[in-house]
């Protein structure tokens, strides 16, 4: 599997967690006093954005991303829905290696 496509996972699984984090986690920690949610989604939050950050500056010599680009891919993994974005708008139609022959 390519490192683009990894990024591409990875993406959508960071912005899908942070989702979980601010619209489930944090009310029942705060609403129902269960902080056991954000102490279950917060480290998973926690490493799926270091790894979308890692993977970023990985895959962004691969993709031909200056620096504007990569400071704003970079910039997205703080804003609630914005690796969706990037992933359907950056890297969906990156061009993907063509496949190994048997």
Same mark, same amino acid.
């Given at each position: +599997?390519? !490192? @683009?496509? !990894?990024?591409?996972?990875?993406?959508? *699984?960071? *912005?899908?967690?942070?989702?979980?984090?601010?619209?489930?986690?944090?009310?029942?920690?705060?609403?129902?006093?269960?902080?056991? &949610?954000?102490? /279950? +989604?917060? =480290? !998973?939050?926690? %490493?799926?954005?270091? &790894?979308? @950050?890692?993977? %970023?500056? +990985?895959? $962004?010599?691969?993709?031909?991303?200056? !620096?504007?680009?990569?400071?704003?891919?970079?910039?997205? *993994? /703080?804003?609630?829905?914005? =690796?969706?974005?990037?992933?359907?708008?950056?890297?969906?139609?990156? =061009?993907?290696?063509?496949? /190994? $022959? *048997?």
């Amino acid at each position: +599997m390519d !490192i @683009v496509r !990894i990024l591409r996972y990875v993406s959508i *699984a960071e *912005a899908t967690s942070f989702l979980l984090l601010l619209l489930v986690a944090m009310p029942l920690k705060y609403g129902a006093d269960t902080p056991q &949610a954000v102490q /279950v +989604m917060g =480290p !998973i939050h926690g %490493v799926l954005f270091l &790894a979308y @950050v890692g993977l %970023v500056l +990985m895959v $962004r010599g691969q993709l031909g991303w200056d !620096i504007k680009r990569t400071v704003l891919a970079l910039i997205a *993994a /703080v804003l609630p829905v914005a =690796p969706y974005f990037v992933e359907r708008f950056w890297l969906k139609q990156a =061009p993907q290696p063509e496949a /190994v $022959r *048997a």
